[in-house]
């Protein structure tokens, strides 16, 4: 939940969040829409605490994100970013990155089926033992980009920071991702910055972000039949997901991001404040 949020990168600067106010239901999927710059990736951004509100308060169960362990609260937290973070080691390791507890070969290999990875994994030459590279250099943007899928999925966290990034992408790994995401988002508190319109129809809701306000909420047909600023955009083909102004988009090295299997649900406070 989000209460009269509003945040600024410098106090020189103008507000890029004034007011903004909502709430999700647990399991509920979530897309925000918007021209380029209006405020979309600093929201999300201010979920895992990558950074603090000037005024007003977020709440994860009730509880406001401020009062929890910064740790304990990321370990409830997947992120699928536009940035892909892999490091020179095998398939596999970059799956499970993070986690205290190496996970299973049975789990790892759920996850990469799941992230629809498995029919380029099975054809390198050591499969989930190939070492990737830095950065993940020998592999391509959609293969890379499924990866990142399969450790959402293994990390089972029950909420979800959704940046799809699919607009670089050929078409079939496009197909492939797309598929992904329809995987990934189930049973989970969703957030999503749409880059496609077929991604954002599938959404419970839509907010419309315009200037750093929510200007319009509702599903995708709904908002069509209202005639208002997300029917524009819509019809100018201007819905993206392009980086806010003056947002640098967090970098998440080893030991800042952890990437932890943990229950998938948020129900008991004390998982989050113990």
């Given at each position: 939940?989000?209460?009269?949020?509003?945040?600024?990168?410098?106090?020189?600067?103008?507000?890029?969040?004034?007011?903004?106010?909502?709430?999700?239901?647990?399991?509920?999927?979530?897309?925000?829409?918007?021209?380029?710059?209006?405020?979309?990736?600093?929201?999300?951004?201010?979920?895992?605490?990558f950074y603090t509100?000037?005024?007003?308060?977020?709440?994860?169960?009730?509880?406001?994100?401020?009062?929890?362990?910064?740790?304990?609260?990321?370990?409830?937290?997947?992120?699928?970013?536009?940035?892909?973070t892999l490091f020179?080691?095998?398939?596999?390791?970059?799956?499970?990155?993070?986690?205290?507890?190496?996970?299973?070969?049975?789990?790892?290999?759920?996850?990469?089926?799941?992230?629809?990875?498995?029919?380029?994994?099975?054809?390198?030459?050591?499969?989930?033992?190939?070492?990737?590279?830095?950065?993940?250099?020998?592999?391509?943007?959609?293969?890379?980009?499924?990866?990142?899928?399969?450790?959402?999925?293994?990390?089972?966290?029950?909420?979800?920071?959704?940046?799809?990034?699919?607009?670089?992408?050929?078409?079939?790994?496009?197909?492939?991702?797309?598929?992904?995401?329809?995987?990934?988002?189930?049973?989970?508190?969703?957030?999503?910055?749409?880059?496609?319109?077929?991604?954002?129809?599938?959404?419970?809701?839509?907010?419309?972000?315009?200037?750093?306000?929510?200007?319009?909420?509702?599903?995708?047909?709904?908002?069509?039949?209202?005639?208002?600023?997300?029917?524009?955009?819509?019809?100018?083909?201007?819905?993206?997901?392009?980086?806010?102004?003056?947002?640098?988009?967090?970098?998440?090295?080893?030991?800042?991001?952890?990437?932890?299997?943990?229950?998938?649900?948020?129900?008991?406070?004390?998982?989050?404040?113990?």
């Amino acid at each position: 939940e989000f209460r009269n949020v509003r945040f600024s990168y410098s106090t020189e600067l103008e507000d890029v969040l004034q007011e903004v106010s909502f709430s999700v239901n647990p399991g509920e999927t979530v897309a925000l829409v918007g021209k380029s710059g209006s405020g979309k990736s600093t929201l999300v951004s201010l979920i895992p605490r990558f950074y603090t509100p000037v005024e007003g308060a977020i709440l994860v169960d009730g509880h406001p994100i401020d009062t929890l362990k910064l740790e304990n609260l990321r370990q409830h937290i997947a992120i699928v970013s536009q940035e892909v973070t892999l490091f020179n080691d095998t398939v596999a390791r970059n799956i499970d990155y993070g986690s205290l507890q190496a996970a299973s070969d049975s789990d790892i290999r759920h996850a990469v089926e799941q992230a629809y990875a498995s029919d380029f994994i099975d054809k390198l030459e050591h499969g989930l033992s190939t070492i990737v590279g830095d950065d993940g250099v020998l592999l391509s943007g959609g293969q890379r980009q499924r990866l990142a899928i399969a450790r959402a999925l293994l990390k089972d966290a029950p909420i979800l920071i959704l940046d799809e990034a699919t607009s670089a992408l050929d078409m079939e790994s496009e197909r492939y991702i797309q598929k992904a995401l329809e995987a990934v988002v189930q049973g989970r508190t969703t957030f999503i910055i749409a880059h496609r319109l077929s991604t954002i129809e599938k959404a419970d809701r839509i907010f419309v972000i315009d200037n750093g306000q929510i200007v319009e909420e509702g599903t995708h047909r709904s908002l069509l039949e209202k005639k208002g600023f997300y029917a524009q955009l819509h019809a100018r083909d201007e819905i993206t997901g392009d980086v806010d102004r003056g947002n640098p988009a967090p970098v998440f090295s080893r030991g800042e991001y952890p990437v932890q299997k943990t229950t998938p649900a948020l129900s008991a406070p004390s998982m989050l404040l113990s």
